[in-house]
Nanobody, 113 residues
Framework: QVQLVESGGGLVQAGGSLRLSCAAS????????ISWSRQAPGKERELVAN?????GKNYADSVKGRFTISRDNAKVYLQMNSLKSEDTAVYYC?????????WGQGTQVTVSS
C-alpha cells in the first residue's frame, strides 16, 4: 500500500515562510493529481493547491501569489510565503494511486501574529 508522509510544518511568525514536503513510499510519479489541503480547527477542509500530471497548477484564491506547489522526482512541495495567522491549520497532501485516493497524516502549521 502506498503511503504519503508530510514534513516541514512548524511555528512561524506572520510574514514568514515555510516549505512543506510530501514524500511517497513508492515512486511519487505513480501518484496522480497530488494536492495540498488544510483544515483549521472548527473549519472544513480546504483544497489549497494541486498539480496535475501535465504540470498544471491550481491554487485557492486565499493563497494565490503566496503559495507555490512544485514537484521533483522524489517529492511534492508547498512553498508558503507571507504567511498569515489564518493559514494556521493541519496541512495534508493527497493524491490518486490507481483508483484509490490516499492521504498523508498531516503536518501542523501555526502562524503567530
Amino acid at each position: 500500500q502506498v503511503q504519503l508522509v508530510e514534513s516541514g510544518g512548524g511555528l512561524v511568525q506572520a510574514g514568514g515562510s515555510l516549505r512543506l514536503s510530501c514524500a511517497a513510499s513508492r515512486n511519487i510519479n505513480s501518484i496522480n493529481n497530488i494536492s495540498w489541503s488544510r483544515q483549521a480547527p472548527g473549519k472544513e477542509r480546504e483544497l489549497v493547491a494541486n498539480i496535475n500530471p501535465r504540470g498544471g497548477k491550481n491554487y485557492a484564491d486565499s493563497v494565490k501569489g503566496r503559495f507555490t506547489i512544485s514537484r521533483d522526482n522524489a517529492k511534492v512541495y508547498l512553498q508558503m510565503n507571507s504567511l498569515k495567522s489564518e493559514d494556521t491549520a493541519v496541512y495534508y497532501c493527497h493524491g490518486r494511486y490507481g483508483t484509490v485516493t490516499i492521504w498523508g497524516q498531516g503536518t501542523q502549521v501555526t502562524v503567530s501574529s
